[in-house]
């Protein structure tokens, strides 16, 4: 992380910075720099990303709360420096609640909801098989023909990471194996992956599967005629007035407009060539539009909870069959834990509501998205993820929800128009 003097960052306009931002010694949740609104009645949801942020020393975070469909808070946490040409500083810039964060899997529940939309237009059918849709060949393993949509985007499509390795993320391998250079295509990857067998027998147990839901960004390109991209906000971000959110690239000097910096103690060769030059991992160590459909997006917070009121009810972009399906217990039915997989979403029954959730993360980059009752949903966005001798990051979601039990008046104002 850059070390700069407090002087120097006051003189740029950023105001009072924590140690944490400087790469010094952990801040105080107090020395946070804020932007956006937090009311007074939600302080203790500020406080905890405040105090997580510090823990963690993490210099860029937002958070964003809705309440029955208006949003309540907007806040960003920290600052942000953008490169020159030369690699220098060009500016210093407060983390704002409409900066833009790549948010890894939150990307799924997009990326269903764009399928359940082909679906409800007639268009694509659930039970469609994936060899038939995409014109790929079962010779290595006949069971390629039991993979259908839903069974993708129910992650029950088949393949085990943790038995022959998550196939987007085996940039170095497709390319020796293929004999083709790097940077890699989805093709190279559909191509190698088609080429194996399948490591269980598809619809027999849920094992989450990043490689499925890129074939399923494949199949609305195949079936919609148009780019991934573009079919998600033609369809599905337009119609409800959100126009920030695109797919990410993977270099710093690609970043977009308002897009932070992301920070992480790793480091890979690249994949952006043959080189074999070693990079830091969160720029370059992976190929960020190969994880469009599955990973690749770029967001704010209040994006991601505006995007979620569609699945409130029926509305423009789905209609209430639509949301159902999504919500829908699997073939499998429900683990342990009382939970499931849907089309995008982790699911749980409690009285009288479905509780979704999910959470993403990569090199530089860690996600929450949560709804829950009583018509609270909330975004956390963070530009590191969990790392060794890193304090645990899973304990964002009981701390989110235990000052979401101790709110006792929701503030009434709805801050949506401030941002759209």
């Known amino acids: 992380m850059t070390t700069l003097s407090r002087r120097s960052l006051l003189k740029a306009g950023v105001g009072a910075v924590p140690a944490l931002a400087l790469g010094a010694a952990p801040a105080r949740a107090a020395d946070v720099l804020v932007s956006g609104v937090a009311p007074a009645a939600l302080a203790g949801l500020d406080q905890v990303m405040k105090t997580y942020v510090a823990e963690r020393d993490i210099s860029c975070a937002q958070l964003a709360v809705v309440k029955n469909g208006k949003i309540v808070l907007a806040r960003g946490y920290g600052y942000y420096t953008r490169p020159t040409t030369t690699g220098g500083t060009a500016f210093l810039a407060r983390v704002q609640p409409t900066s833009l964060f790549r948010i890894a899997s939150l990307s799924k529940h997009i990326t269903a909801t764009a399928v ?12 469609a098989p994936v060899t ?7 010779t290595a393993d006949s069971r390629l023909k039991n993979v259908t949509v839903l069974r993708l985007m129910q992650h029950l499509g088949g393949w085990d990471r943790d038995v022959s390795k998550d196939q987007l993320w085996l940039d170095h391998t497709i390319s020796a194996s293929l004999g083709v250079p790097l940077p890699i295509s989805h093709a190279d990857i559909i191509k190698y992956a088609t080429g194996r067998p399948l490591d269980f027998q598809p619809g027999s147990k849920m094992v989450y599967s990043n490689y499925g839901y890129t074939l ?41 407009a308002g897009e932070v910096t992301y920070y992480s103690q790793y480091t890979n060769k690249t994949v952006m060539d043959g080189s074999g030059t070693v990079v830091p991992y969160q720029y370059g160590g992976f190929n960020m539009p190969n994880q469009d459909a599955n990973g690749g997006w ?3 917070a209040v994006d991601l909870v505006k995007f979620s009121t569609v699945f409130d009810a029926a509305g423009k972009v789905l209609n209430a069959a639509s949301i159902a399906t999504m ?41 929450y998205l949560a709804r829950i009752q009583n018509g609270v949903t909330y975004a956390a966005l963070f530009n590191r993820r969990e790392e060794s001798g890193t304090p645990d990051y ?13 709110v006792t008046t929701w503030p009434t104002t709805d801050l949506t128009s401030k941002y759209f």
């Open 132 to 138: 038939t849709l995409l014109g790929l060949s079962a």
């Open 327 to 367: 919500f829908a217990k699997p073939e499998i039915g429900i683990s342990d834990d009382g939970s499931w997989y849907g089309c995008g979403w982790y699911v749980r029954q409690v009285p009288g509501h479905l509780n979704t959730w999910h959470a993403g993360g990569m090199p530089g980059t860690y996600t």
């Open 298 to 300: 770029l967001a704010s």
């Open 394 to 406: 899973d304990v964002l979601s009981p701390r989110m929800n235990e000052a979401i039990g101790k």
């Open 116 to 127: 359940m939309r082909l679906v409800q237009d007639g268009k694509l059918s659930l039970s």
């Open 216 to 256: 399923l960004g494949r199949i609305i390109e195949k079936v919609s005629g148009m780019s991934y991209e573009a079919y998600v906000k033609q369809k599905l971000l337009t119609p409800i007035g959100i126009s920030r959110m695109r797919l990410g690239l993977s270099l710093r000097t690609e970043a977009a």
